[in-house]
């Protein structure tokens, strides 16, 4: 079993910053690929990110290349979400995901959600 909680959600200005982290219990963190998800109001889930186990690869959708970047510290069991240039259609509930395949787009790839936190952004 692994419990995820996100945290670093808030309200932000347009073309602001904000990071997310996910902090995750369990001793083999390493062993999972973690994700990034986001809601939006009235809208499905959808990928934003993946990272590998051991954090050397990456994958992004394409509104969040160039802007955000994911990564992890298999030390502290935590993975993080910098979202840098926040535009309005980022407002969203963020959810941080633990799942076995690289490159997971699709939630039903993942096994463990946190509970989501709030990102809005301002214009």
């Known amino acids: 079993q692994v419990q995820l909680v996100e945290s670093g959600g808030g309200l932000e200005q347009a073309g602001g910053s904000l990071r997310l982290s996910c902090a995750a219990s369990?001793?083999?963190?390493?062993?999972?690929?973690m994700g990034w998800f986001r809601q939006a109001p009235g809208k499905e889930r959808e990928f934003v990110a993946v990272?590998?186990?051991?954090?050397?690869?990456?994958f992004y959708r394409d509104s969040a290349k160039g802007r955000f970047t994911i990564s992890r510290d298999n030390a502290k069991n935590t993975a993080y979400l910098q979202m840098n240039s926040l535009k309005p259609e980022d407002t969203a509930v963020y959810y941080c995901?633990?799942?076995?395949?690289?490159?997971?787009?699709?939630?039903?790839?993942?096994?463990?959600w946190g509970q989501g936190t709030q990102v809005t952004v301002s214009s």
């Open positions: 990272i590998s186990g051991g954090g050397g690869s990456t």
């Open positions: 369990g001793r083999t963190f390493m062993s999972y690929v």
């Open positions: 995901a633990a799942g076995r395949r690289w490159t997971a787009t699709m939630e039903s790839d993942y096994d463990y």
